[in-house]
């Protein structure tokens, strides 16, 4: 679920005064997913409506940030420009940039998003090999 | 690939007026599930192979927090390091030791459980952190069990405990490591606490 659409839903459930089963199941799930952490397994009678609360604070806060689509992965940060990022503080302009400086660096991604198909002119496979060899600077060797 | 190791001391053995040794670890630690690390994506340093500077986890995968109270937190780990013989190099152990001091269905389920078979890597923070160093911090992290795994050596629960006031004790160990120690650096101490953080599930 997108923040955007997790908060809206999490602003209705604001307004709610109890939960259903599976909206509590929800909210566990969310809770863990989004804050990485599990719900406190008291008999606490607020602690779905704190969990909202502070779900719904952290979906505002990312949601004005808009969803990264540029995640790196845990345990890994990048030098890039005099700075250090890791997925807490990279955004997406920059982690563009970085991976068109160092391509190979996409490992250290655990989500890109998958890039716009450029429109291909067709090259005749032809054309770049067949070289008359006397007029070869230097051959080139095809991989096996 | 190297198949004729190097064991030619490469520095003098003498103290550091500007780093002076310092004894123990930080009371926070972080413990991550040996399996959730990427160990495709681990990348060394390449001058130092002590040296690790990117330990990716898996995709969703987290560490999780120890933190252990008192004046001397982790009291009990130490390394050993065994002999050479004959046939093989020499190997080092380590122990990491914990208390937890906690006992519930959710302690039990959650962590005394996954123990019982689990490995681990631990991340201990030194006090000892080489800050005067050109490579600023780079003695700040260490990881343990990296190689073989930390596993369940010595555990119980003692319910007159003046030590952990009725919790847990746990000592988990590596045996076997080719390396007496692997430090985390990702470059500067504010990179690899930032790097730390993310293992932490804080990002």
């Known amino acids: 679920m997108a923040l955007a659409e997790l908060y809206t839903t999490l602003r209705e459930l604001y307004g709610l005064t109890a939960y259903t089963a599976s909206q509590k199941v929800a909210i566990r799930r969310w809770y863990a997913e989004h804050l990485g952490k599990s719900l406190p397994r008291c008999n606490c009678h607020n602690k779905y409506h704190d969990a909202v609360i502070e779900l719904s604070i952290y979906a505002k806060k990312r949601q004005n940030m808009q969803d990264p689509k540029y995640i790196m992965r845990r345990g890994v940060v990048i030098h890039f420009k005099d700075e250090v990022y890791s997925r807490a503080n990279i955004t997406d302009d920059i982690a563009r940039a970085y991976l068109a400086a160092f391509p190979a660096a996409a490992k250290k991604f655990e989500s890109i998003p998958e890039v716009e198909p450029e429109v291909e002119t067709e090259v005749e496979p032809e054309a770049e090999t067949e070289v008359e060899p006397e007029k070869k600077g230097k051959t080139t060797k095809k991989k096996k | 690939m190297a198949t004729t190791c190097d064991f030619l001391i490469a520095q003098g053995i003498e103290r550091d007026c500007l780093d002076p040794m310092v004894q123990g670890v930080e009371a926070d630690g972080i413990i991550i599930n040996r399996a959730d690390i990427d160990f495709a994506n681990v990348e060394f340093d390449e001058e130092n192979p002590n040296i690790i500077s990117a330990l990716p986890l898996l995709s969703s995968k987290v560490g999780y927090t120890v933190y252990q109270a008192g004046s001397q937190p982790y009291s009990g780990s130490a390394k050993t390091i065994e002999a050479p013989t004959a046939t093989l190099d020499g190997m080092v152990t380590s122990a990491v030791a914990m208390k937890i001091p906690n006992n519930s269905p959710d302690v039990s389920a959650n962590i ?30 260490e990881i343990y069990g ?42 500067s101490l504010t990179a690899t606490d930032a790097l730390v953080n993310t293992l932490l599930g804080n990002a």
């Open chain 2, 112 to 141: 005394i459980d996954k123990m019982l078979g689990g490995e681990f890597v631990v991340i201990l923070k030194n006090k000892h952190k080489n800050l005067r160093s050109t490579s600023s911090g780079f003695s700040a992290y």
């Open chain 2, 146 to 187: 990296f190689y073989n795994g930390l596993r369940l050596s010595e555990g119980g629960r003692e319910l007159y405990s003046d030590d952990t006031n009725g919790g847990w004790t746990v000592t988990l160990t590596e045996t076997k490591a080719p390396k007496s120690a692997l430090f985390l650096y990702a470059g």
